[in-house]
């Protein structure tokens, strides 16, 4: 059924695995199908992107059944060390239309074997205990694509500067701000505000994406995950799972945490929205691939990426 949803992603993507033969990625049993399901998910990522350009992964795994950790993935930093704003190396490649020869180095992808995953193509087919081999996939290019923040609980960024003195961020920081629309960090200074320290463990609702797509799509700017208690990997990176729960709002990709079951595949108005404010071109209709995703819903399952180490 699926054979109808063809995937025209302009984005090449290239995955150079590491894993040794037999292993993970190159399992005797499963390596191929492994191998075959992120390439198809990246492919239904790049549907929703208006652009031509090659990137390339390094691909590792673990086999930890007891690890919280599902999957990780990261991006450094593109460009120098000096305070800023600078998307990560996957973005920059993607928004300016790289076409070079491929490097492996443009972000890298752990993934974790010891849990039990589906790599169905057709979500329905995920079973409630499986986690959802191509929902997870979605969402850890997601963050390399520069769904990301890279403020750490005390304020500091990417350069490790004292609170309060400019340093190195992520685009996605530029539009982060309280429930009032106070920056996070000075589009000036690039400087983390101190006064709002407490707004990275405020809670439901503590701090938003605000830019001009994203914006128009939640009232007061779409709420960012900020528990109460500091989650590291988790905290200012994802949509926020107790606004996006399924009841009022419905579950997100880019919620920090998902469930076993089928996963959501599609990308939201707001996270479409977000993505448009940090330089991405979406195709005006990505509809082909959600029709053909119909059903999709959401789930729970922790799922953490790593930060960039710019
Ligand atoms: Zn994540």
């Known amino acids: 059924m699926l054979g109808a949803c063809t995937s025209q992603a302009a984005i090449t993507f290239n ?3 590491t894993d040794t033969a037999g292993t993970g990625w190159y399992d005797t049993t499963y390596g191929q199908t492994r191998r075959d399901a992120l390439t198809y998910a990246a492919n239904q990522l790049g549907q929703y ?3 031509t350009a090659t990137i390339g992964y390094t691909v590792s795994s673990v086999t930890n059944p007891d690890a919280d950790t599902l999957a990780s993935a990261s991006s450094n930093a593109y460009g120098p060390l000096v305070p800023g704003f600078e998307p990560t190396i996957v973005q920059y490649k993607i928004q300016s239309g790289y076409s070079g020869s491929v490097s492996y180095t443009d972000g890298s992808i752990d993934w974790n074997f010891g849990k039990s995953w589906s790599y169905s193509y057709t979500p329905s087919d995920v079973s409630a205990g499986e986690n959802d081999f191509v929902s997870t996939a979605m969402h850890e290019l997601l ?4 769904f990301i923040s ?3 609980s005390n304020g500091t ?6 609170i309060g003195d400019p340093d190195l961020w992520y685009t996605f920081d530029r539009y982060l701000t309280t429930s009032s629309g106070s920056s996070m960090i000075d589009p000036i200074t690039y400087a983390f505000d101190p006064a709002q ?5 405020g809670g439901v609702g503590a701090m938003r994406f605000n830019g001009t797509y994203a914006t128009p799509t ?14 590291e990997g988790s905290s200012g990176s994802h949509t926020d799972d107790l606004t996006f729960n399924g009841s009022a709002y419905p579950e997100l990709m880019m919620n920090a945490a ?18 448009k404010d940090i330089g991405y071109n979406l195709v005006p209709e990505p509809g082909s691939a959600m029709l053909c995703l119909a059903g999709s819903f959401a789930i729970c399952f922790s799922r953490r990426h790593r930060r960039g180490n710019a």
């Not at 320290?197 to 463990?201: D, E, V």
């Not at 939640?218 to 989650?231: A, E, L, Q, R």
């Open 258 to 275: 998902s469930g076993t079951g089928p996963g959501v595949r599609s990308l939201s108005s707001y996270e479409q929205g977000i993505l």
């Open 49 to 51: 992107f208006n652009a």
């Open 143 to 146: 963050h390399s694509f520069g």
């Open 157 to 162: 960024g990417a350069l490790g500067k004292p």
């Open 218 to 231: 939640f009232t007061d700017g779409v709420p960012i995950y900020t528990p109460t208690t500091w989650s």
């Open 15 to 17: 995955f150079n695995y």
């Open 197 to 201: 320290l407490g707004t990275l463990t």
């Open 150 to 152: 890279t403020i750490e």
